[in-house]
């Protein structure tokens, strides 16, 4: 593959990375996606420099955006560890939760313990995605969740926002 424009930024590769996403009504050509996947790759090979221009996208209201920069962090893979464990506390609760899923898909075994103290936030929303994100994350067995975070699950189920620009309920996620 050819080079991408070395003048051109994290943020401008990334823009023109999720620009070149084959969506529903979006009209590319051959060479829209080449360039973004160019763009894709300079991104994974600039490691941790290109991190916090992911992370500036889950602030996104696109679930699809946060979504595919979800994915190019876990392709940068452990370089991206020391700027996500940095940004912890730094971006909001919301954009802790992303932060903490892929510390644990990166292999931090207690990543998601960062988010038990959410299951108190005065905000409903942060409580009730804190909850999904932990339940998500249980570990198969036949022991009872912990109470602490079923008592968050059920308030939940009265909850109809969306999750994150996605068409899913909280309430019918927490089910």
Known sequence: MKSVNA?????????????SLPLPGRTLTS??????????ETLIQ???ASVPALLDRLGDPDFYVKDSCYDLVLEIGNPAKEILYGELGRRGPITDIW????LKYL??????????????????????????ALAFQLPD???APPEELLAVLVEALENERTIEGTPFTVAGSAL
């Open 107 to 132: 292999g931090d075994e207690n990543a998601m313990d960062r988010l038990w103290a959410s299951l108190r936030d005065p905000d409903d929303y942060v409580r009730h995605l804190s909850a999904l």
């Open 7 to 19: 003048g051109k930024t994290f943020h401008a590769c990334l823009d023109t990375y999720l620009a």
């Open 99 to 102: 932060i903490v899923a892929m």
């Open 46 to 48: 600039g490691g941790a």
């Open 141 to 143: 067995s036949s022991e």
């Open 31 to 40: 060479a829209d996606v080449e360039e973004g996947q160019l763009c894709r």
